[in-house]
């Protein structure tokens, strides 16, 4: 690669070296992917640089994430392909270039940031590429998020070869299966492989022939006598069907058999749920701090996963009542919501519930109020101890699989797995890292009120201590060919003064998997399903949106005849609704075309205990003041009723109008999801999930937030085109709920975690997958460097508010 660049800058050093000034013309530092670029088209409009419009180094311009300027040399990023980095030095006066490591570019930044390492001084490196060493990798970019077929595939073809005494594990797998003092799958009855091999041939000779509906209830006894135990399924045809797979595998294993052999093993009966941040509830809960769509995914999830497991259950021919048990925060002063009760039941569910656990102060006493999740690290490992105890006593048991929820939940997850010996699977959910631009680099600057020191060391321990990572995007994991995934972001950054990781997550590990989740369709169904509306609670929607003067209300529609274009988030930052009122405000021919709907968070500041929030409140208003909206737009407080939810949806679909998803970055957009399957066309942020969920000019459209001129222009032409050609709306709506109904299903996507739990259950149990060494090496950097800081964050035992934080973060 070096030589090619050289050659490059050497062909074309007059307009190279006329480039790299112009950079050196901004006076800044640090260049990002978008700076690179647009400074190099603008020079491709000049005379001087019209030469490279087509040339090799508008690739290379296109391919460097970032860029630190000291003096005349430039230290470049190159992303080439997906997840694969280069690091080079270009020193512009001699124009020459040298290719480096990454802490040399690491140690580039940290100079940004203040902190000036002396060549040889000691700097505690993150390097965890000594513990891959044999350990299976993915190398197509194409492939990421799909590791459980690789690792299959990968570790069938070398566990199962004869010198590796896989088939010796595999019957020992199936001998430790029981669930609640029963027995499953084998007995004592066999005692090795080649017994098992003619065990199976007379179980399926014994069961050759009879009634295919027949259960255990009738071959029970000789299947005992030969070894066998329930499990194997509830009928006879099943039962055969499963041993037919299982010979199969012993005598000549496939990674397809293999999946759909552990698709059947009675392996998943008790699932700990772990989201420890926010108010977690079943209603009136969402819209308050750090409450969201994380509470309605995990909800939805739970009652898709009980359905699964009660449905395996039943194949599987055994009467076992399947527990889920979502692990949450106890919030003494809960606001009116049911956070403050120790139990509670799941509603849709059958025996689901959730369990709360107390925060616990420094003295061991309770924490009564609502703590930010980002004050929440001091009380996460007291808390994993606790609830442990209780959700063991709860299920009578230690669970099977455990569920980590955003950062501090799957940093508790990881705590728990390892000291329970379970299988552990991590989700996101959003990432901070990559919300806040160069929070890493300026951490320090954050530190009071961010807190990123620990939110970043806690996601790189659990991100490599997890069994497995489920994302809804691809993007989630690797970006796209011009940005950079949020778990991509670990694969090498730097804290200065703290730590630099020079190799930390890497996307083509095959524990990512990309599941996406759904909307619940017994809420958000199509807005022509009229038999299935509810009149009253329509009506009632009605009169929020036209009803006039409210106290959580602000602007009336002057014109109730044009279409709603309409949003519905919290009121943080990154979710950009004060940009969304600002690009309308600022855009006539939209305010011409269609009123502005938005529904989320408070309107008074004085009732919000977020700091962040009361900041995007009093901005709203002052947008609303500037731009006089009070008759083209309507600003309504958060609704937390789904059923509201869903038929707000609905009564915005009745208008002919679309939903807008602004955020400046949203992991996966599960109001895109909700507002799709109620068949609204949607303009999504091409920042994160909605890329993926949205086919841009087909079910939706795709705008960039930091373009907000841009993206009202497009909707201007949208609903100039459903003007013109009425049956365009129609086309985009129906496209939309196609969409959603092909690739966004929670039963789809309950089957397929319970299939990753049973595989990456097996390899974890027959293989070194859970990779003990690096399991050992976190431990350390667990207590010697998250312990110090986590200890070090100031507990307040109570939530941040405005007098809490900065002048600048309040700005």
Same mark, same amino acid.
């Given at each position: 690669?070096?030589?090619?660049?050289?050659?490059?800058?050497?062909?074309?050093?007059?307009?190279?070296?006329?480039?790299?000034?112009?950079?050196?013309?901004?006076?800044?530092?640090?260049?990002?992917?978008?700076?690179?670029?647009?400074?190099?088209?603008?020079?491709?409009?000049?005379?001087?640089?019209?030469?490279?419009?087509?040339?090799?180094?508008?690739?290379?311009?296109?391919?460097?994430?970032?860029?630190?300027?000291?003096?005349?040399?430039?230290?470049?990023?190159?992303?080439?392909?997906?997840?694969?980095?280069?690091?080079?030095?270009?020193?512009?006066?001699?124009?020459?270039?040298?290719?480096?490591?990454?802490?040399?570019?690491?140690?580039?930044?940290?100079?940004?940031?203040?902190?000036?390492?002396?060549?040889?001084?000691?700097?505690?490196?993150?390097?965890?590429?000594?513990?891959?060493?044999?350990?299976?990798? *993915?190398? =197509?970019?194409?492939?990421?998020? @799909? +590791?459980?077929?690789?690792?299959?595939?990968? &570790?069938? #073809? !070398?566990? %199962?070869?004869?010198?590796?005494?896989?088939?010796?594990?595999?019957?020992?797998?199936?001998?430790?299966?029981?669930?609640?003092?029963?027995?499953?799958?084998?007995?004592?009855?066999?005692?090795?492989?080649?017994?098992?091999?003619?065990?199976?041939?007379?179980?399926?000779? *014994?069961? =050759?022939?009879?009634?295919?509906? @027949? +259960?255990?209830?009738?071959?029970?006894?000789? &299947?005992? #006598? !030969?070894? %066998?135990?329930?499990?194997?399924?509830?009928?006879?045809?099943?039962?055969?069907?499963?041993?037919?797979?299982?010979?199969?595998?012993?005598?000549?294993?496939?990674?397809?058999?293999?999946?759909?052999?552990?698709?059947?093993?009675?392996?998943?009966?008790?699932?700990?749920?772990?989201?420890?941040?926010?108010?977690?509830? @079943?209603?009136?809960?969402?819209?308050?701090?750090?409450?969201?769509?994380?509470?309605?995914?995990?909800?939805?999830?739970?009652?898709?996963?009980?359905?699964?497991?009660?449905?395996?259950?039943?194949?599987?021919?055994?009467?076992?009542?399947?527990?889920?048990?979502?692990?949450?925060?106890?919030?003494?002063?809960?606001?009116?919501?049911?956070?403050?009760?120790?139990?509670?039941?799941?509603?849709?569910?059958?025996?689901?519930?959730?369990?709360?656990?107390?925060?616990?102060?420094?003295?061991?006493?309770?924490?009564?109020?609502?703590?930010?999740?980002?004050?929440?690290?001091?009380?996460?490992?007291?808390?994993?101890?606790?609830?442990?105890?209780?959700?063991?006593?709860?299920?009578?048991?230690?669970?099977?699989?455990?569920?980590?929820?955003?950062?501090?939940?799957?940093?508790?997850?990881?705590?728990?797995?390892?000291?329970?010996?379970?299988?552990?699977?991590?989700?996101?959910?959003?990432?901070?890292?990559?919300?806040?631009?160069?929070?890493?680099?300026?951490?320090?600057?954050?530190?009071?009120?961010?807190?990123?020191?620990?939110?970043?060391?806690?996601?790189?321990?659990?991100?490599?201590?997890?069994?497995?990572?489920?994302?809804?995007?691809?993007?989630?994991?690797?970006?796209?060919?011009?940005?950079?995934?949020?778990?991509?972001?670990?694969?090498?950054?730097?804290?200065?003064?703290?730590?630099?990781?020079?190799?930390?997550?890497?996307?083509?590990?095959?524990?990512?998997?990309?599941?996406?989740?759904?909307?619940?369709?017994?809420?958000?169904?199509?807005?022509?399903?009229?038999?299935?509306?509810?009149?009253?609670?329509?009506?009632?929607?009605?009169?929020?949106?036209?009803?006039?003067?409210?106290?959580?209300?602000?602007?009336?529609?002057?014109?109730?005849?044009?279409?709603?274009?309409?949003?519905?988030?919290?009121?943080?930052?990154?979710?950009?609704?004060?940009?969304?009122?600002?690009?309308?405000?600022?855009?006539?021919?939209?305010?011409?075309?269609?009123?502005?709907?938005?529904?989320?968070?408070?309107?008074?500041?004085?009732?919000?205990?977020?700091?962040?929030?009361?900041?995007?409140?009093?901005?709203?208003?002052?947008?609303?003041?500037?731009?006089?909206?009070?008759?083209?737009?309507?600003?309504?407080?958060?609704?937390?009723?789904?059923?509201?939810?869903?038929?707000?949806?609905?009564?915005?679909?009745?208008?002919?109008?679309?939903?807008?998803?602004?955020?400046?970055?949203?992991?996966?957009?599960?109001?895109?999801?909700?507002?799709?399957?109620?068949?609204?066309?949607?303009?999504?942020?091409?920042?994160?999930?909605?890329?993926?969920?949205?086919?841009?000019?087909?079910?939706?459209?795709?705008?960039?937030?930091?373009?907000?001129?841009?993206?009202?222009?497009?909707?201007?032409?949208?609903?100039?085109?459903?003007?013109?050609?009425?049956?365009?709306?129609?086309?985009?709506?129906?496209?939309?709920?196609?969409?959603?109904?092909?690739?966004?299903?929670?039963?789809?996507?309950?089957?397929?975690?319970?299939?990753?739990?049973?595989?990456?259950?097996?390899?974890?149990?027959?293989?070194?997958?859970?990779?003990?060494?690096?399991?050992?090496?976190?431990?350390?950097?667990?207590?010697?460097?998250?312990?110090?800081?986590?200890?070090?964050?100031?507990?307040?035992?109570?939530?941040?508010?405005?007098?809490?934080?900065?002048?600048?973060?309040?700005?």
């Amino acid at each position: 690669m070096i030589e090619d660049v050289q050659a490059l800058l050497t062909r074309h050093r007059p307009e190279a070296y006329l480039l790299f000034r112009r950079y050196r013309a901004l006076e800044r530092s640090l260049l990002s992917w978008s700076d690179l670029t647009y400074e190099f088209d603008q020079f491709c409009e000049t005379e001087a640089g019209q030469n490279l419009a087509d040339s090799a180094l508008r690739s290379l311009i296109r391919s460097t994430q970032e860029a630190v300027v000291h003096g005349p040399s430039f230290y470049l990023a190159v992303r080439r392909r997906v997840a694969k980095w280069r690091y080079l030095l270009v020193h512009v006066e001699d124009m020459v270039c040298r290719e480096i490591s990454v802490a040399e570019f690491l140690a580039s930044k940290e100079r940004l940031a203040g902190h000036v390492v002396q060549e040889g001084s000691w700097v505690l490196e993150v390097d965890l590429r000594p513990f891959e060493r044999g350990f299976p990798r *993915l190398s =197509e970019s194409r492939s990421i998020g @799909q +590791g459980v077929r690789f690792l299959n595939r990968h &570790l069938s #073809a !070398l566990v %199962f070869a004869r010198s590796q005494g896989g088939m010796e594990r595999l019957f020992d797998f199936l001998r430790m299966h029981h669930v609640r003092g029963q027995q499953l799958m084998l007995n004592g009855g066999v005692s090795d492989v080649q017994g098992l091999q003619a065990a199976l041939r007379e179980a399926r000779d *014994l069961l =050759e022939g009879n009634d295919a509906e @027949q +259960g255990w209830e009738m071959h029970g006894a000789r &299947l005992r #006598a !030969l070894g %066998f135990e329930p499990g194997w399924g509830r009928s006879s045809e099943r039962i055969r069907e499963t041993m037919a797979l299982l010979s199969d595998i012993l005598e000549a294993p496939s990674p397809n058999n293999l999946e759909a052999f552990l698709a059947r093993v009675p392996m998943i009966f008790s699932i700990a749920i772990i989201s420890p941040h926010g108010y977690f509830g @079943q209603s009136g809960v969402l819209g308050k701090p750090d409450t969201g769509g994380q509470v309605v995914y995990i909800l939805d999830q739970v009652r898709a996963l009980e359905r699964a497991m009660r449905m395996s259950i039943h194949e599987q021919g055994l009467d076992v009542e399947p527990q889920i048990v979502v692990v949450s925060r106890l919030i003494p002063e809960s606001s009116g919501t049911t956070c403050d009760l120790p139990r509670e039941p799941l509603m849709g569910t059958e025996h689901a519930r959730i369990l709360r656990v107390p925060f616990r102060d420094e003295d061991g006493e309770v924490l009564h109020e609502w703590v930010s999740r980002f004050d929440i690290w001091p009380y996460l490992e007291d808390f994993a101890l606790e609830a442990e105890g209780h959700l063991i006593t709860e299920l009578g048991e230690k669970p099977d699989f455990i569920i980590g929820n955003y950062s501090d939940g799957n940093l508790v997850a990881s705590l728990m797995a390892q000291r329970l010996g379970v299988t552990q699977c991590n989700i996101a959910h959003a990432l901070e890292k990559t919300k806040y631009v160069n929070s890493d680099l300026y951490w320090a600057e954050h530190e009071e009120d961010h807190h990123f020191s620990c939110q970043f060391t806690a996601d790189l321990i659990s991100m490599n201590t997890a069994d497995f990572i489920i994302t809804s995007t691809y993007q989630e994991i690797a970006g796209t060919d011009e940005s950079v995934g949020q778990y991509e972001s670990y694969q090498s950054f730097t804290m200065p003064g703290l730590f630099r990781v020079t190799s930390g997550v890497d996307a083509f590990d095959p524990k990512f998997n990309i599941v996406a989740p759904g909307a619940d369709a017994e809420v958000f169904f199509p807005f022509s399903r009229t038999e299935r509306r509810m009149p009253d609670v329509g009506q009632e929607i009605r009169t929020l949106v036209y009803g006039g003067l409210q106290p959580d209300a602000r602007g009336e529609l002057a014109d109730p005849d044009k279409p709603l274009l309409f949003a519905m988030s919290r009121l943080d930052a990154i979710k950009n609704m004060a940009g969304l009122l600002d690009w309308y405000g600022r855009t006539p021919e939209l305010r011409e075309l269609a009123n502005l709907l938005l529904v989320g968070g408070e309107l008074d500041p004085g009732r919000s205990t977020d700091a962040e929030e009361c900041a995007q409140i009093e901005q709203m208003h002052h947008l609303f003041d500037i731009h006089g909206l009070d008759g083209e737009a309507r600003w309504v407080r958060m609704q937390t009723d789904k059923n509201r939810v869903g038929e707000l949806y609905r009564v915005v679909a009745d208008t002919r109008g679309a939903f807008v998803q602004p955020a400046l970055f949203e992991g996966f957009g599960l109001t895109v999801v909700e507002a799709m399957s109620s068949g609204l066309p949607v303009f999504g942020t091409r920042y994160g999930g909605p890329q993926e969920v949205v086919v841009n000019g087909k079910s939706g459209f795709h705008i960039d937030p930091h373009h907000g001129d841009d993206a009202a222009r497009l909707m201007v032409g949208f609903f100039l085109a459903c003007r013109e050609k009425p049956t365009h709306w129609d086309e985009i709506s129906r496209a939309a709920m196609a969409r959603v109904q092909e690739s966004y299903s929670w039963d789809l996507y309950a089957t397929r975690l319970m299939a990753l739990s049973r595989i990456y259950g097996f390899w974890r149990y027959i293989t070194n997958i859970e990779r003990e060494e690096t399991r050992r090496y976190l431990d350390m950097f667990y207590g010697l460097v998250f312990r110090p800081l986590a200890r070090g964050v100031r507990a307040p035992g109570r939530g941040r508010g405005p007098e809490d934080t900065s002048e600048e973060e309040r700005a």
